[in-house]
């Protein structure tokens, strides 16, 4: 008995085993075309930044000979030394100061402003209108409101100076803000909300204590793009500033000098250099949260 049921009970495990596997899928041919465009656009990108270090790194004398695609043979760091004596670190701390003087008043007011929009759904015909007008600010761009903006700094008295920056950059990030947030928040299940509520939780605790941190991911993304709009901001201190120790970045590149006679480009390299160093410190450090910000909120 014990010969003739052993064999048997060896097969069972290896036939269940048999039945519950998933048959196996012929192979996929490889995406050649896909692969080669991926590789051409890695080049079109990784080009350019690698001629902008390697050209930072070299004499004003020896990039007019040499071949622009070669690293220095002897490389030099006189293109920061020279940059940071022209002024940068003041441009960098006007832009810095301009940049968190928007990020923190504009995201704050516009996950205040997405929450009470969410929160009250149809019950409140206010702040239905409010949110129609902040999606009304997506559709006027900047350059059309240069001339109003100009007119309102003048008899504000707040011409020339980092505060006339301030006002219309936070003004412009608030619509898009505004949008990307009551996304994320519509996503938050209203059984949290009302378990908060039942609790006795108060609005505001509701607000910081579960929406705030369900939506992190979103108040990360819009604060880095928000901060990175007006780090590259070009037009509004050009038009809403005047003296040189109120430059941003952007303006002060533009009127970067390293001669009399033209142009240092190793100088100029440098110093995007070290304006770009900012945007990958800030990139590094937010990168999750970014990530998680650009491919969530909107799948539904």
Same mark, same amino acid.
């Given at each position: 008995m014990t010969a003739t049921h052993t064999p048997a009970a060896a097969k069972r495990p290896t036939a269940a085993h048999s039945r519950g596997r998933r048959p196996a899928t012929p192979s996929q041919?490889?995406?050649?075309?896909?692969?080669?465009?991926?590789? !051409?656009? &890695?080049? /079109?990108?990784?080009?350019?930044? *690698?001629?902008?270090?390697?050209?930072?790194?070299?004499t004003q004398s020896n990039y007019y000979v040499t071949n622009p695609l070669l690293p220095p043979s002897d490389p030099t760091l006189d293109n920061y030394r020279l940059v940071i004596e022209m002024d940068f670190p003041l441009y960098f701390l006007n832009s810095l100061l301009v940049a968190v003087g928007t990020v923190i008043p504009s995201v704050l007011f516009s996950f205040m402003a997405a929450y009470a929009i969410v929160r009250s759904g149809?019950? #409140?015909?206010?702040?239905?209108?409010?949110? #129609? %007008?902040? !999606?009304?600010g997506l559709a006027i761009p900047l350059q059309a409101t240069v001339?109003?903006? *100009? &007119?309102?700094?003048?008899?504000?008295?707040? *011409?020339?100076?980092?505060?006339?920056?301030?006002?219309?950059?936070?003004?412009f990030a608030i619509p898009l803000s505004v949008l990307v947030l009551s996304n994320f928040?519509?996503?938050?299940?209203k059984e949290l909300f +009302? #378990?908060?509520?039942?609790?006795?939780?108060? +609005?505001?605790? =509701?607000?910081?204590?579960?929406?705030?941190?369900? =939506?992190?991911?979103?108040? /990360?993304? /819009?604060?880095? *793009?928000?901060?990175l709009n007006?780090?590259?901001?070009? %037009? %509004?201190?050009?038009?809403?500033? $005047?003296?040189?120790?109120?430059?941003?970045?952007? &303006?002060?590149?533009?009127?970067? $000098?390293?001669g009399p006679y033209g142009v240092n480009v190793p100088a100029v390299l440098a110093s995007v250099v070290l304006t770009i160093v900012p945007i990958l410190v800030l990139y590094t450090v937010?990168?999750?949260?970014?990530?998680?910000?650009?491919?969530?909120?909107?799948?539904?």
């Open positions: 041919r490889p995406n050649w075309l896909g692969g080669l465009i991926g590789w !051409l656009w &890695l080049a /079109v990108v990784i080009v350019p930044i *690698y001629w902008i270090v390697i050209t930072s790194f070299k149809r019950a #409140s015909r206010f702040l239905r209108g409010v949110n #129609s %007008l902040f !999606l009304m001339i109003p903006i *100009y &007119l309102l700094i003048i008899k504000l008295s707040l *011409y020339d100076s980092l505060t006339a920056l301030v006002l219309p950059s936070i003004a928040i519509r996503d938050v299940p +009302e #378990s908060m509520r039942m609790d006795g939780a108060t +609005e505001w605790m =509701t607000l910081w204590r579960l929406a705030f941190p369900l =939506t992190r991911p979103a108040v /990360v993304t /819009v604060s880095i *793009y928000n901060a007006v780090w590259n901001g070009f %037009l %509004l201190p050009l038009i809403l500033t $005047q003296s040189p120790d109120k430059r941003t970045l952007p &303006l002060g590149l533009a009127a970067f $000098q390293g937010g990168r999750r949260q970014l990530l998680s910000g650009l491919t969530a909120g909107f799948g539904k």
